[in-house]
């Protein structure tokens, strides 16, 4: 698929972005060179993991990644009374990944939920018309639009 981008990506950049939680979303995303236009090849795949059962698939992923985005996973106003005594697997996931990223000196973005909000039925119909689909799992979706959100932010937050 060709974007554009604020950012500079070369050949062989790979980006990881995750959206935490029970059920974790994955999105990784392979870059080809730039254009003369300043569009991209963007290649990706999207899954979703069951955390923690498949934190050893989420870890090979991350090994191989350029650059790390994540969902900063947060307990909201209004949500603290619906999960009080409950395991919050979105906050467990999100520590794993900023302990991976630390001991393995990746490159960690951290993306609040709302940066995604106005970028979902954009990103939906890039993806129509360029005839990539949209994946089906909403977590799987929130992690392709963490990626694009990154990409079209400038290299001031790199």
């Keep these: ?8 990506v070369g050949n062989g950049l790979r980006l990881v972005a ?5 059920a974790t979303g994955l999105a990784i995303v392979d870059f080809e060179p730039p254009a003369e236009d300043g569009s ?3 290649n990706y795949r999207v899954t979703e993991l ?11 992923h991350m ?6 985005v994540c969902e900063d996973w947060r307990l909201r106003p209004g949500k603290a009374k619906q999960v009080c005594g409950e ?3 979105g906050d467990r996931c999100a520590g794993f990944v900023e302990g991976f990223c630390v001991w393995q000196r990746k490159n960690l973005m951290w ?41 079209t932010k400038g290299e001031q937050d790199a």
């Design 1 to 8: 698929m060709l974007i554009r981008t604020n950012r500079q």
């Design 18 to 22: 995750i959206d935490p939680g029970k």
């Design 40 to 42: 991209i090849q963007m």
């Design 50 to 60: 069951a955390w923690p059962r498949e934190a050893q698939l989420l870890t090979d």
């Design 63 to 68: 090994l191989m990644a350029d650059v790390i």
């Design 87 to 89: 395991v919050l697997w």
């Design 111 to 151: 993306q609040q939920p709302a940066e995604m909000a106005s970028f979902r039925e954009y990103i939906k119909e890039v993806l129509n018309e360029k005839g990539s689909p949209w994946p089906k799992s909403e977590h799987a979706q929130d992690a392709l639009i963490h990626a694009f959100v990154w990409l």
